[in-house]
């Protein structure tokens, strides 16, 4: 017999997604990002809307597996070397940032009027960014792979330790002090090590030959991908750590296997799905009532978290020697608060240090904050450009990222070709110019890609295409070309595009050279030449009329007239 419940949660679920598809559309057409679009889709079905959203334990488990998912999909892209390089980076500016943020924070709500105890427990809820949101959004602008991208992940994962030891205590606390916080933390630590130690032998012993087997069978691939990164994430839960570094630890475990891409082409789709459960949970869980009258003080807090946070991270990374432009770029993406922000403020609650009044403040403050970031994340290159002129007096000369000495005797060089942009097409250009015995240097803003092709024994240098004062310093005399193949990350071609900016700037410099750029849509070619580019690549139209032209290479004439006018349409179609 047919479990009515069941039905009912089906219902429910199915007028969900029907929400999300009507809202996300509207959002769409009002090119709003699609996050906001779905957090706005629980807050219409939560208690503060509609309140159809009673199948809480359901909605939970999908979203839960759509964070495991999504953070195995960003270990897929972490390289270990990387890791390691970056690491000390992350440790120093995440503990610095924790450490500063906590401090003004507890300052501004002691102005603000809160007591003592409420003021620490809320600059503390204030000082963790939301792992899932900067993670979907830099996903969705490909810029994991981005300097400021991996120093930002680097961050949300030491803000996830503390956090994690913040909980410990708090539930040592609630236990009526038995037992010392000190050991459970000992033993989160050790805890820590060994799943970290085991990740690192299944690395060097089994990942490579098992991914080899199962990539036999994409379908037992994917299969094993999701249940490998569920065991990681609930091994990581069940040791006092969190399902996002287990389902962190399980993505870096294949990360540097050769099947790495064909585990997050299949993925991607499946966490897109489930992750909308995620947005609509977290809307659905916002209580706007409990609230109550602190609007002043959450916009006030919430001004602190937007503006606040990321200037202390711009100044901690200005500090350490990073380009005023990353550390502008991390700022901005880690100005909102995390959902471990609320469970935080529940414990909090559930222990009877601060009331129900309190928690409502951080949840608007949640709301505010993750809604605003979600803006200013996909604007960030466009709001970089307004506020350039006021960073420059922060940023130390000896950038991180960059060897100095070398770049400097790299570019009193001269060159034939300055290629912007190091990535497979790029790389693969810059091969071949090699090997026609031109002369070229490239330039990038990824230390791991410039650090690569200098190996491949390409001259590269670390720097953004889009930084005038960067592309003066260039060996622009001499040269005969500059190529971009920066990666397109919009859908459109807009005034602050990075290919029009180099156009823009290697004309200022009085540039005479002539100047190629990539794209991948035919209706951008004109725009492009429009800005005075000499010759606009097309990648994929390229190799495909290089293909057809090598299917036929050598045919004799007369098989090639018996083609009939329809199979030629049928061919080029």
Known sequence: MADPHSGSVFYEIAMLLVLAAGVGFIGFLLRQPLIVSFIAVGLLAGPSGLDIVHAEEQIELFAELGIVLLLFLVGLKLDVNLIRKLGPAALATGLGQVSATAALGFAACLALGLGMTESIYVAIALTFSSTIIIVKLLSDKRAIDSLYGRVSLGILIIQDLVVVIAMIVLSAISAGGEGDP??????????????????????????????????????????????????????ADVLGLSKELGGLL??????????????????????????????????AGLDLSLAGGMLVTAIALSLFVLVGKPAIIFLIMSQMGYRKRSGFLAGVTLSQISEFSLIFMAMAVSIGHVGDEVIGLVTLVALITITASSYSITYAKSIYKIVEPILGPFERKAAAGSDEEENEQTLARKYDVLLFGLGRFGGAVAQRLKAQNMSVLGVDFNPSAVQRWRAEGVDAVYGDATDPEFISHLPLSGSRWAVSAVPEFDASLTADDARLSLIRTLKSQNYQGRIAVTCHREVDVEPLRAADADLVLLPFQDAADRAVELLFEGERPERMEVIEPDDQIELAS
């Open 182 to 235: 000190r050991i459970a933390v000992a033993m989160v630590a050790l805890n820590g090590a060994l799943l970290v130690g085991g990740v690192g032998a299944f690395i060097r012993f089994v990942a490579e030959p098992l991914a080899e087997r199962l990539a036999q069978s994409p379908e037992l691939l994917v299969a094993f991908a999701i249940g490998w990164a569920a065991l990681l994430g609930t091994s």
């Open 250 to 283: 399980a993505g870096v475990s294949f990360a540097s296997t050769r099947f790495r891409e064909a585990m997050a082409s299949r993925l991607s789709p499946l966490r897109d799905f489930l992750l909308l459960f995620f947005f609509i949970a977290l809307g």
